[in-house]
C-alpha cells in the first residue's frame, strides 16, 4: 500500500511537468545505485544500511511533488523562466515538504520514508557550496538524501530532452557533474557517480521516455 500511494502521489506530479513517469523510474534507480556503491565509504557506512537504501529508493519519486502547486504558464513554459517565474518555480520545494509533513502530521505518527521524502522533496535543489535553495544550505547540513537525489536529478536533466532543450550524450552528462564536483554536488557523491557512471547509462538506456 506504501508502494502504491507513493507512486499515485508522484505521478499526479508526473501529469502537470514536462518530465514523464520514466523520469520517476530512472531517478529512483540512480538513487539506489548511488546509495549502494557509498554503503561501505566511511562518511556514510553508518547511515546507509540496507534498510535505509531501500527507504530511499522508496522516497524518492516524490521529490518533486510539490510541482503540482506551480502554475501552469510557469511549469510548462518553453523558453527561460523570468527570475519572478523563477522564484515561483522554487517554491515546489517547500510546497512538496509541506504537503508530506502535513500528510505525516495527520497520520500522528512518524514514518520513516515520509522523513527521508520530506528531505528529498525540500533539499534536492541545495547546492553543495551553498548556493542552492530553498535554505541555502551548504555541505554536510543538506541531508545525505537530497545530496543523492540532486545529482540522480541533474544527470537525469541533461540526458534527457526537453521541450527548451536538447538530450546530452551520456559522456557530455558525465563532464558536467564532474565539473560540479565540490560546487553543486558533494565531492564524495560525485566520485561515487563516476565507478557507477556505466550503470547510470544502462539504467537510462533500460527506461527511455516513449516518443
Same mark, same amino acid.
Do not use: C
Given at each position: 500500500?506504501?508502494?502504491?500511494?507513493? @507512486?499515485a502521489?508522484?505521478?499526479?506530479?508526473?501529469?502537470?511537468d514536462?518530465?514523464?513517469?520514466?523520469?520517476i523510474?530512472?531517478?529512483?534507480?540512480?538513487v539506489?545505485?548511488?546509495?549502494?556503491?557509498?554503503?561501505?565509504?566511511?562518511?556514510?557506512?553508518?547511515?546507509?544500511?540496507?534498510?535505509?537504501i531501500?527507504?530511499?529508493?522508496?522516497?524518492?519519486?516524490?521529490?518533486?511533488?510539490?510541482?503540482?502547486?506551480?502554475?501552469?504558464?510557469?511549469?510548462?513554459?518553453?523558453?527561460?523562466?523570468?527570475?519572478?517565474?523563477?522564484?515561483?518555480?522554487?517554491?515546489h520545494?517547500?510546497?512538496?515538504?509541506t504537503?508530506?509533513?502535513?500528510?505525516?502530521?495527520?497520520?500522528? @505518527?512518524?514514518?520513516?520514508?515520509l522523513s527521508?521524502?520530506?528531505?528529498?522533496?525540500?533539499?534536492?535543489q541545495?547546492?553543495?557550496?551553498?548556493?542552492?535553495?530553498?535554505?541555502?544550505?551548504?555541505?554536510?547540513?543538506?541531508?545525505?538524501?537530497?545530496?543523492? @537525489?540532486?545529482l540522480a536529478?541533474?544527470?537525469?536533466?541533461?540526458?534527457s530532452?526537453?521541450?527548451y532543450k536538447?538530450?546530452?550524450?551520456?559522456?557530455?552528462?558525465?563532464?558536467?557533474?564532474?565539473?560540479?564536483?565540490?560546487?553543486?554536488?558533494?565531492?564524495?557523491?560525485?566520485?561515487?557517480?563516476?565507478?557507477?557512471?556505466e550503470?547510470?547509462r544502462?539504467?537510462?538506456e533500460?527506461?527511455?521516455?516513449?516518443?
Amino acid at each position: 500500500i506504501q508502494d502504491v500511494t507513493i @507512486m499515485a502521489m508522484a505521478s499526479l506530479a508526473e501529469t502537470r511537468d514536462n518530465e514523464t513517469g520514466a523520469h520517476i523510474r530512472r531517478t529512483q534507480l540512480y538513487v539506489r545505485r548511488l546509495a549502494e556503491q557509498l554503503k561501505t565509504h566511511p562518511r556514510f557506512a553508518g547511515y546507509l544500511s540496507e534498510r535505509t537504501i531501500e527507504l530511499l529508493y522508496k522516497s524518492a519519486p516524490l521529490h518533486d511533488i510539490g510541482k503540482v502547486g506551480i502554475p501552469d504558464n510557469i511549469l510548462l513554459k518553453p523558453g527561460r523562466l523570468t527570475p519572478e517565474e523563477f522564484e515561483v518555480m522554487k517554491s515546489h520545494t517547500t510546497l512538496g515538504h509541506t504537503a508530506i509533513a502535513e500528510a505525516e502530521q495527520r497520520l500522528g @505518527m512518524k514514518v520513516d520514508f515520509l522523513s527521508l521524502a520530506k528531505e528529498i522533496a525540500l533539499s534536492h535543489q541545495e547546492k553543495w557550496d551553498g548556493s542552492g535553495y530553498p535554505q541555502a544550505l551548504a555541505g554536510e547540513a543538506i541531508p545525505l538524501s537530497a545530496r543523492l @537525489m540532486a545529482l540522480a536529478d541533474v544527470y537525469d536533466a541533461l540526458i534527457s530532452k526537453r521541450v527548451y532543450k536538447p538530450a546530452l550524450p551520456h559522456a557530455e552528462a558525465v563532464r558536467i557533474l564532474q565539473e560540479g564536483r565540490g560546487k553543486h554536488f558533494d565531492p564524495d557523491v560525485v566520485d561515487a557517480f563516476l565507478v557507477v557512471a556505466e550503470d547510470f547509462r544502462t539504467i537510462a538506456e533500460t527506461h527511455r521516455d516513449e516518443d
